[in-house]
């Protein structure tokens, strides 16, 4: 069965500043791999996946992750953050293919300083 | 990509009713599962559902409590019986589509007084 683990509850940084969110996935078969935000009291919009083709995603609002299989890491950045990024993230794992469940992680809060 | 048409939105409910929830795709899909996000927390898989068999539930749901019914490849139903505090919650139907990934309905968020 797969899973995500992601670092941090709460990450801060000022405006301006690299965001970096930590994704760590455990796998049994090649992942496919998925980044979520969610605004206070809506739904779930995607901000980027990886289904197996190139490493580097590039995703909206200017987010990016990368995928490492040495590291089993999926971690997201973004080099500018804005006020307007200050959200729930959510790290998600499926084992490829549209008929398999995908599994969330804890998420981590973004808190952008101005 | 698809899109999930869901309701209601939100319901206040009182304790040992029960609700249902509705989740209307545009294109047919073989598998539509269920979350429930607590006040606060991560979503957690209910169960996926297969039209034409019975639905397959995570540790931790049954389907007395969350019986889901599928009747075509374009529509699912969750209720949520004999409602508690506890089952105050977000839930969440969401489909696959080859090619695009997966897709959220915009949740049900569910209160119980």
């Known amino acids: 069965a797969q899973s995500v683990t992601q670092l941090g509850s709460h990450v801060s940084v000022s405006e301006g500043a690299l965001v970096l969110l930590r994704c760590n996935y455990s796998?049994?078969?090649?992942?496919?791999l998925f980044w979520y935000v969610q605004y206070p009291n809506q739904g779930l919009q995607l901000l980027l996946k990886?289904?197996?083709?190139?490493?580097l995603v590039k995703g909206i609002n200017g987010f990016e992750a990368e995928f490492k299989k040495s590291e089993t890491s999926f971690h997201l950045t973004k080099p500018s953050a804005h006020m307007s990024d200050a959200a729930e993230y959510f790290c998600?794992?499926?084992?490829?293919?549209?008929?398999?469940?995908?599994?969330f992680g804890a998420g981590t809060r973004l808190t952008v300083k101005p | 990509s698809a899109v999930i048409s869901q309701k209601p939105s939100r319901d206040i409910c009182q304790r040992g009713t029960s609700l249902t929830i509705q989740c209307q795709v545009d294109?047919?899909?073989?598998?539509m599962f269920w979350y429930r996000q607590q006040p606060g927390q991560s979503l957690t898989l209910i169960a996926t559902?297969?039209?034409?068999?019975?639905?397959?539930?995570e540790s931790g749901f049954v389907i007395d409590k969350f019986p889901i019914s599928r009747p075509n490849l374009t529509f699912s139903t969750l209720t949520v019986s004999n409602l508690s505090p506890e089952d105050s919650s977000i839930y969440l139907c969401?489909?696959?589509?080859?090619?695009?990934?997966?897709?959220f309905g915009s949740g049900t968020r569910l209160t119980v007084v």
């Open positions: 294109s047919q899909v073989t598998m």
């Open positions: 796998s049994s078969v090649p992942p496919y």
């Open positions: 969401s489909v696959g589509i080859q090619g695009y990934g997966y897709t």
């Open positions: 559902a297969n039209q034409g068999s019975e639905a397959t539930y």
């Open positions: 998600a794992v499926s084992d490829g293919g549209n008929n398999n469940d995908m599994r």
């Open positions: 990886y289904t197996s083709a190139a490493t």
